[in-house]
T-cell receptor, first 112, second 115 residues
Framework: SQQGEEDPQALSIQEGENATMNCSYKTSINNLQWYRQNSGRGLVHLILIRSNEREKHSGRLRVTLDTSKKSSSLLITASRAADTASYFC????????????FGKGTKLSVIP | DTEVTQTPKHLVMGMTNKKSLKCEQHMGHRAMYWYKQKAKKPPELMFVYSYEKLSINESVPSRFSPECPNSSLLNLHLHALQPEDSALYLCASRFIAGGGTDTQYFGPGTRLTVL
């Protein structure tokens, strides 16, 4: 089942600009993850944030989590053409849960 | 080796054919997944295997038959598919563990076209 909603559905920016994508979810979570998918390929894990964390950084990526609003955001700074891809948030409801619930995704286009 | 491999990359089959998709990982992961993804949509979970046993079947039609022969290998047997089954089929695996290792590793997918 899909519970996440991502916003915007599509985003087009110039190289060097920052890109922000938002994700909302409906039920309580153990962690929230972000994945990238290049066109027609598999998903690549980018970053995971736990329910007791508020912010996390990895290279040019910054993720925030607001459990009171059931939302998360992914910021990519100084974007590059190679960042062009679809980005999905995915939540895991419990530590023992096998399932990830994916959001609808944001299609990011970075124009050189 | 943090790789999940899938074969074939592309598959075209008729509605009366029988074919199989294969997925392999050598990371020691004991949870393995099949997802179906249509264009511009997120992946939809089909099956989950845990310790080589089917633990989740998301009400998938019986024309899809999963099999987990051993801890490294996952198959998806296809029979009497419909054109609407055309999609990207993704395999994934992960550790079943606590302590924060929660990454799912995805294979590159098999692009299936049913004629």
């Amino acid at each position: 089942s899909q519970q996440g909603e991502e916003d915007p559905q599509a985003l087009s920016i110039q190289e060097g600009e920052n890109a922000t994508m938002n994700c909302s979810y409906k039920t309580s979570i153990n962690n929230l993850q972000w994945y990238r998918q290049n066109s027609g390929r598999g998903l690549v894990h980018l970053i995971l944030i736990r329910s007791n964390e508020r912010e996390k950084h990895s290279g040019r990526l910054r993720v925030t989590l607001d459990t009171s609003k059931k939302s998360s955001s992914l910021l990519i700074t100084a974007s590059r053409a190679a960042d062009t891809a679809s980005y999905f948030c995915a939540s895991r409801s419990g530590a023992g849960s096998y399932q990830l619930t994916f959001g609808k995704g944001t299609k990011l286009s970075v124009i050189p | 080796d943090t790789e999940v491999t899938q074969t074939p990359k592309h598959l075209v089959m008729g509605m009366t054919n029988k074919k199989s998709l294969k997925c392999e990982q050598h990371m020691g992961h004991r949870a393995m997944y099949w997802y179906k993804q249509k264009a511009k949509k997120p992946p939809e979970l089909m099956f989950v295997y845990s310790y080589e046993k089917l633990s989740i079947n998301e009400s998938v039609p019986s024309r899809f038959s999963p099999e987990c022969p051993n801890s490294s290998l996952l198959n998806l047997h296809l029979h009497a598919l419909q054109p609407e089954d055309s999609a990207l089929y993704l395999c994934a695996s992960r550790f079943i563990a606590g302590g924060g290792t929660d990454t799912q590793y995805f294979g590159p997918g098999t692009r299936l076209t049913v004629l």
